[in-house]
């Protein structure tokens, strides 16, 4: 079904990723992608780690890049850390605990293979140039992140929206998408916000106030072991909410013409 420039399914497909990259739609819902029991426990184990950490979110300011917390938490490191640093340390600190991140969100998932697994297989298959673990600095990154809201901080994360997109110098990506798969879900609130807007390029600067410059919006309210890919060039936020945590396992998905999707956190 297509509704709001949103196409609701129940197995992905080679046309809805020929649509998201023609920018025909926004985003793709492809409900029950993983096995909602295991959904649960991973996220359980993810609110429990004692290896989550704040994840900031890139933003520019009079030409300076600044991370910015929202209120949202991340079990494994992001990419964007290394966006503005030469610092080696950190750069290999990068590159090892991806390998530990992935192998950490297997062992929650065991006997079963992880949603970003599961993502990447069926990737493969549907795309006709398939899918894989990108190495934009010639090293295989981190491909699936565990990110952890709780009610009292999910204010940060509505306004005001942002969007993510690659720098250039790491590597000229045609489209940029995120993949959401949703392991915990408030009942209240917590809805995905998008607007279909032009694409921001990497790094803009965005106004101060930047949803009352927008058209308006489109919410989806997913359920546990429910995928969403949509732009993330694109400004987006969430909800807020009240109750139980949000989380969901979330990858970035880099697209070139005529080469595999890159995948990388």
Same mark, same amino acid.
């Given at each position: ?33 993983? @096995? ?42 992001? @990419? ?16 090892? #605990? ?8 297997? #062992? ?13 297989? +069926? ?12 190495? @934009? ?20 994360? +509505? ?14 990506? #045609?489209?940029? @998408? ?8 408030? +009942?209240?609130?917590?809805?995905? +916000? ?22 308006? #919006? ?48």
């Amino acid at each position: 079904m297509k509704n709001n420039n949103i196409i609701v399914a129940e197995q992905l497909e080679q046309s809805h990723l020929d649509k998201l990259i023609a920018n025909d739609i926004t985003a793709v819902m492809i409900k029950q992608f993983y @096995f909602q029991d295991n959904a649960v426990k991973i996220a359980d184990k993810i609110i429990a780690s004692s290896t989550v950490e704040q994840y900031t979110h890139e933003l520019k300011i009079d030409d300076e890049l600044h991370q910015e917390y929202l209120g949202v938490d991340r079990e494994g490191m992001p @990419f964007n850390l290394l966006y503005d640093t030469s610092n080696q340390n950190l750069i290999n600190k990068y590159y090892v #605990s991806a390998r530990e991140n992935i192998a950490r969100i297997r #062992s929650y998932a065991a006997p079963a293979m992880t949603p970003i697994d599961k993502l990447r297989l +069926e990737l493969d298959e549907n795309y006709t140039y398939g899918a894989m673990i990108a190495a @934009f600095q010639q090293r295989k990154m981190l491909a699936g992140i565990g990110r952890l809201s709780h009610a009292e901080m999910s204010h940060m994360s +509505e306004n005001p929206p942002h969007f993510d997109a690659l720098p250039v110098k790491f590597a000229a990506l #045609s489209q940029q @998408f995120a993949a959401n798969i949703y392991l915990k879900v408030p +009942e209240e609130g917590g809805e995905l +916000e998008l607007w279909d807007t032009a694409p921001m390029t990497p790094l803009s600067i965005v106004p101060d106030d930047w949803r009352s410059h927008l058209p308006p #919006s489109m919410l989806l309210k997913p359920e546990v072991g429910d995928l969403i890919i949509f732009n993330c060039r694109k400004p987006h936020a969430i909800r807020s909410f009240t109750g139980e945590p949000r989380v969901t396992m979330q990858v970035f998905i880099g697209y070139q013409e005529e080469k595999p999707l890159q995948l990388w956190n």
